[in-house]
T-cell receptor, first 113, second 115 residues
Framework: NAGVTQTPKFQVLKTGQSMTLQCAQD?????MYWYRQDPGMGLRLIYY???????DKGEVPNGYNVSRLNKREFSLRLESAAPSQTSVYFC????????????FGPGTRLTVT | AQSVTQPDIHITVSEGASLELRCNYS??????LFWYVQSPGQGLQLLLK??????LVQGIKGFEAEFKRSQSSFNLRKPSVHWSDAAEYFC?????????????FGAGTQVVVTP
């Protein structure tokens, strides 16, 4: 039982490049989330998926897209990376939208130069 | 507007000493309250949560937190800190105004433990 896994762990991109961050959970959770963590700002919600087949914007969605591929997987895509997207990205999951207990992956450290 | 404030950005504590981390919130109703810990290079792990009932909540790793409605606070405490408690601690609250299962996180408090 791995919980929430994320790939890659580290990534360096040049401005304008695109990439997809992968997230998978094996806890049979319905809801999944993408956050970014920046110094002094805590975690901010980018996008979330209440259940398979649905996605919604969070607090800071600009410059990102998501795909809920199936119940297990929730990916985050940067179409044209910008230096402002340099951050640590965390994926999380919860049993359902009524459960506020979230389980986090180990994070992806992204640097955009 | 809803907000979560952790007034202390950085705290240094001696091993064996007590620790208290502050968290204040501004919400229209009684929120659900959480403390998470992030060890270096790791994801966040839930320490404890408060939904309702007894205002003193026990969590993992010897931590506890007390909900004080009158002060809009949910402070985290540990009587005797171990070197392994060095980490960043986040207070979080939910639900938001749309009453969905989203959490709002504070900016975090970095805890350094000295020998």
């Amino acid at each position: 039982n791995a919980g929430v896994t994320q790939t890659p762990k580290f990534q360096v991109l040049k401005t304008g490049q695109s990439m997809t961050l992968q997230c998978a959970q094996d806890m049979n959770h319905n809801s999944m989330y993408w956050y970014r963590q920046d110094p002094g700002m805590g975690l901010r919600l980018i996008y979330y998926s209440a259940s398979e087949g649905t996605t919604d914007k969070g607090e800071v969605p600009n410059g990102y897209n998501v795909s809920r591929l199936n119940k297990r997987e929730f990916s985050l895509r940067l179409e044209s990376a910008a230096p402002s997207q340099t951050s640590v990205y965390f994926c999380a999951s919860s049993r359902d939208r009524g459960s506020y207990v979230q389980y986090f992956g180990p994070g992806t450290r992204l640097t955009v130069t | 507007a809803q907000s979560v404030t952790q007034p202390d950005i950085h705290i240094t504590v001696s091993e064996g000493a007590s620790l208290e981390l502050r968290c204040n919130y501004s919400y229209g109703a009684t929120p659900y309250l959480f403390w998470y810990v992030q060890s270096p290079g790791q994801g966040l792990q839930l320490l404890l949560k408060y939904f309702s009932g007894d205002t003193l909540v026990q969590g993992i790793k010897g931590f506890e937190a007390e909900f004080k409605r009158s002060q809009s606070s949910f402070n985290l405490r540990k009587p005797s800190v171990h070197w392994s408690d060095a980490a960043e601690y986040f207070c979080a609250v939910g639900p938001g105004t749309d009453s969905w299962g989203k959490l709002q996180f504070g900016a975090g408090t970095q805890v350094v433990v000295t020998p």
